[in-house]
């Protein structure tokens, strides 16, 4: 089945600092793969998206890459703010199948202190 | 761009009585909606999908009697907590892809507290 990996956090970083959360994904053919942020107490927001392979999506500075080589979608922002503090999810819906269902990764929560 | 409201943000109830959480899409017709569930620190849990016009599909393990789901409309969708307990206390979120291929806009969610 479809499955989502993502590293286990929380990523505790310094303002300004790089951020990379790693994303590994398991699916069969070319699942199009998302990137959600989720600030305390709200729902999800989408991030950035990549649809096919060797797309990078890009959206407030945030970048992920669509590796099919290493079935990877990494998060990369490179420097951050005390305000990206949230939890990220990274998540697929599958090319076929799947009734339009997202499998999502477990989430990293990401803290930036000043 | 598309918007889903979801109401209550959040709610107090008693043990016994039911709650029901409302999802409506504002500036697009919603033919699925997904209900989730998030406990603390945890990922999203897919509880069902509902439907509109018909019955909801629930996923395994999750009990149809006691999450109702009705999606009467093309803008509303309803998840009904019946009979809470305090271990259904949790934040629930709802889901629709706004008719494009990819994007998946969601709720703000609802804090649920069962005391």
């Known amino acids: 089945g479809n499955s989502v990996t993502q590293m286990e956090g929380p990523v505790t970083l310094s303002e300004e600092a790089f951020l990379t959360i790693n994303c590994t994904y398991t699916a069969t053919g070319y699942p199009s793969l998302f990137w959600y942020v989720q600030y305390p107490g709200e729902g999800l927001q989408l991030l950035l998206k990549?649809?096919?392979?060797?797309d990078k999506g890009s959206n407030k500075g945030f970048e992920a890459t669509y590796r099919k080589e290493t079935t990877s979608f990494h998060l990369e922002k490179g420097s951050v703010q005390v305000s990206d503090s949230a939890v990220y999810f990274c998540a697929l819906r599958p090319f076929t199948g799947g009734g339009n269902k997202l499998t999502f990764g477990t989430g990293t929560q990401l803290k930036v202190e000043l | 761009g598309a918007v889903v409201s979801q109401h209550p943000s959040w709610v107090i109830c008693k043990s016994g009585t039911s709650v029901k959480i409302e999802c409506r899409s504002l500036d697009f017709q919603a033919t699925t909606m997904f209900w989730y569930r998030q406990f603390p620190k945890q990922s999203l849990m897919l509880m069902a999908t509902s439907n509109e016009g018909s019955k909801a599909t629930y996923e395994q393990g999750v009990e149809k009697d006691k999450f109702l789901i009705n999606h009467a409309s093309l803008t509303l969708s309803t998840l009904t907590v019946t009979s809470a307990h305090p271990e259904d206390s949790s934040f629930y979120i709802c889901?629709?892809?706004?008719?494009?291929?990819?994007?998946?806009?969601f709720g703000s969610g609802t804090r649920l507290t069962v005391v």
């Open positions: 889901s629709a892809p706004p008719g494009n291929d990819y994007g998946y806009t």
């Open positions: 990549a649809t096919k392979a060797d």
